[in-house]
């Protein structure tokens, strides 16, 4: 189960959904960034996506799952969400999600994380760039993460140096978005930034992997061995 909560983001409401463990905790955070369907359609229409708040609650962690699409009407098409999407209406997203998190009663603000995957995975890494307190990073399969969005910032990618968090990265050897050469350089950047950093990339997989509720894109075995990883890396990161 969760609870919504409403925050202001520049002068713009946005609904936050907030998943808690059980125990009075305190619990490590979580910031848990969406993946692109949802945003057409609001976070409580993909049962996906609310899977994913309510595993990682059951497995300590308190979840805060910001609706990072509010600056459009929620029927307006896809491609103008894609289109119009700003860096910087999302790191201000992501900081007020970072706040309603260390204000929690339950979360010890001191152990804070950020996930993502798809679409996520890109916002997520871009949240990781701006918030030096944040103290995991679980990237999967985001891409775009070398290209900047409509506000003209700094690609992501090129920020790598700001990082101070550890990172585990997740990725599918038949994507294309990021394809393997793209996962390369990703990997080359945090290096040269010596940022700690693990990657898996995963045969038989491509964009998409963890997604059962996509028969197509979904590989079971690959996502089951990415959330084992996914967990033990927050567990020795967040505890």
């Excluded at 936050?16 to 692109?36: A, N, R, S, T, Y």
């Excluded at 992501?156 to 050469?181: H, R, T, W, Y």
Aim: glycine letters at 10%; one cysteine or more.
């Amino acid at each position: 189960m969760y609870a919504k909560q409403t925050v202001k983001v520049l002068d713009s409401e946005m609904e936050v959904l907030v998943f808690e463990p059980e125990g009075e905790g305190p619990h490590p955070g979580l910031i848990v960034c969406q993946h692109i369907p949802v945003a057409h359609a609001g976070l409580e229409r993909d049962p996906w996506q609310i899977g994913v708040g309510e595993r990682l609650a059951a497995a300590g962690y308190v979840v805060a799952m910001p609706w990072v699409f509010h600056w459009w009407p929620a029927d307006a098409d896809i491609a103008i969400k894609r289109e119009g999407f700003r860096d910087d209406w999302a790191v201000a997203d992501l900081a007020a999600s970072f706040d309603l998190l260390q204000s929690h009663r339950a979360v010890d603000g001191e152990r804070i994380g950020i996930i993502g995957h798809c679409w996520g995975g890109r916002v997520s890494w871009l949240g990781a760039c701006h918030n030096p307190k944040l103290k995991a990073l679980v990237t999967l399969y985001g891409g775009r993460i070398k290209i900047s969005l409509a506000d003209d910032a700094t690609p992501p990618i090129e920020l790598v140096d700001k990082m101070a968090c550890s990172v585990l990265g997740l990725f599918g050897n038949d994507d294309q978005n990021p394809s393997p050469g793209g996962v390369d350089e990703l990997d080359a950047a945090l290096s040269r930034a010596d940022v700690p950093h693990v990657f898996h990339r995963y045969d038989g997989a491509g964009h998409g992997f963890q997604d059962d509720s996509n028969p197509d894109r979904y590989r079971e075995a690959q996502s089951k061995d990415a959330w084992r990883k996914i967990i033990r890396f927050l567990g020795e990161t967040l505890n």
